[in-house]
């Protein structure tokens, strides 16, 4: 048995405070680790839902609740659970009704990743170190709506005082990009917002609205569609207005991932049998969405980019509430289908067509993950290092559990120095934290390994992984530009 030493004692047994300087940080050397090389380092968050409305007109928000709780539903699903009516969620209920039932419900969250975001984000922005409830809430909203009404409380120096140096946003092949211009052109903010191409209205031929689509897809490029063939041109027309903006991603959520052999000609057939408005057999359905996918891999592959896949999503479960208030709005859950024979015959088609991008791959299914991390390595060619990434713990999997499990998989199976590390997957402004609490958690894994012996007692080379998974991994495999340039 090895025994502690003085100063690991020393360490252990000081004093604690509520999620102070030490939070997640087990270790004398966890903390050196976060101090000396991952708590400065800067944000590149590779993929976001932030509205670029928001940034773009540099938007100002009134009090916590329009900053916090507006299309947040990992905060309604937790609200609904606690009891909290509809009413008090997304109803007509005023913004200090609805914050007053969010503290109502804080202290029951304990052990939910919530809790910790939720302070984090009130000491980070607000430098309050109270703990929300009850008894505190009408303080806090106070001093949250004077913060707010501060200069530096806008959306573009909400991003700046974070630290972010790239942000991704989540843009349909149709967007205008106007927003991402009107940010491009202004030289005083120097955060760099990038699209992100997501054809998933391309991909799902058999769902209400596809034919709609087209036609929008038709106007904004100035082409007739009704084959294959001109779809691909015009979706390849967007890409290539996509890539002189910035863009270095695509993204795809694939529910479920599917792979059919087949030709064009017969994609082609089911793609018009859709404009037609008949709804194509499931084979045809299979059919199509895979060579839509190898075309589009092919493309990406020639532009540099990354394609993200994101899986086992199953979405709108709750019809009630699906008729009553839309999707995404917390009624979503983890899928349970076969993922890796399709996914192996998808990758593995785009590789013998030429055509297989850097990818990232993402399971809302945390059983998935050894089964992803071994796939990954069947499709690294040594072209890139990290070529095939296992993504960064998704939605339901986005707490310690889920962090530490994704850190210890891609360990175990793959090379997680060359991990390209943590993304927001938010609406929210404030949400940047959560690359701290990532790196707090990857810092305390790393430093414990070295504090039991796992790893050499180097500073210099485990900090410099740190700092690569933090965001120098980042910047190399993403390569995104210095300045987006004209869209």
Known sequence: MVKATTAQLEFANAPRTFMDERFLLQTKTARRLFEEYAKDAPILDYHCHIPPSDVAEDRRFANL??????????????????????????????????????????????????????????????????VLGPATAKEIWEIGKAKLAEPGFSARSL?????????????????????????????????RMLPTFRPDKALYLERAGFAEWVAKLGTVTGKSISTLQELMDALSGRMDVFAAAGCRLSDHSLEPVVFEAGTDAEADDAFRKALSGSRPEPVEIRRYRSRLLIHLGKKYADLGWTMQLHMLAQRNNNTVMFRAIGPDTGFDTMGD?????????????MALEGGLPKTILYSLNGKDLDALGAMAGCFQDGSVPGKIQLGAPWWFNDQRDGMERQLRT?????VLGRFVGMLTDSRSLVSYPRHEYFRRILCNLLGGWMEDGELPDDMGLVGGIVRDICHRNAENYFQFPRHPGNV
């Open 159 to 191: 991003i700046l005082r974070s630290n972010v140096t790239v942000f991704c946003t989540t843009d349909d092949p149709t967007d205008n990009l106007e927003h991402h211009r009107t940010l491009a052109a202004d030289s005083s903010f120097p955060a």
């Open 337 to 349: 289908d076969g993922v890796t024979m399709p996914l192996s015959r998808l990758l593995d088609a």
């Open 410 to 414: 891609l360990g175990n199976l793959g």
């Open 65 to 130: 609740t329009e900053l916090w709780l507006g299309g947040d539903h990992y905060k309604w699903r937790a609200l609904r659970s606690n009891g909290v009516a509809e009413h008090f969620i997304t109803g007509n209920a005023s913004d200090w009704e609805k914050f007053e039932k969010w503290a109502e419900t804080m202290p029951k969250l304990i052990g939910n990743p919530l809790y910790h975001w939720t302070h984090l984000e009130l000491q980070r922005y607000f430098d309050v170190h109270a």
